[in-house]
């Protein structure tokens, strides 16, 4: 199993990143997929989760209306389209799989994104 981000980096405030994390291993559209963040010395906080088919989404309030979970389960990809990005966004971003039909739960690296001038 497998769960690998990437596209995190270095970007201006009010810029946009597009975060993705690609899954292997196991069936993608058996899992639920969800988008984590932990920032220095703090707590890991759930960020956005979206259904296995993609039919439902979910946001933290300090990212609604910005950021956007998506999914392709042809790709066996989830994806997290960030905007309008301030320095409160800076921490490392970990998808995460969590079964529908099983107790599984899978978590990924992490991807960095950094949010300063």
């Known amino acids: 199993v497998q769960l690998v981000e990437s596209g995190g980096a270095l970007v201006q405030p009010g810029g946009s990143l597009r975060l993705s994390c690609a899954a292997s291993g196991f069936t993608f559209s058996r899992y639920g997929m969800s988008w984590y963040r932990q920032a220095p010395g703090k707590g890991r906080e759930l960020v956005a989760s979206?259904?296995?088919?993609?039919?439902?989404?979910n946001y933290a309030d300090s990212v609604k209306g910005r950021f956007t979970i998506s999914r392709d389960n042809a790709k066996n990809t989830v994806f997290l389209q960030m905007n309008s990005l301030t320095p409160e966004d800076t921490a490392v971003y970990l998808c995460k799989a969590s079964g529908i039909f099983t107790s599984d739960e899978y978590w990924g690296q992490g991807t960095q994104v950094t949010v300063s001038s």
């Open positions: 979206i259904t296995r088919l993609g039919g439902s989404t």
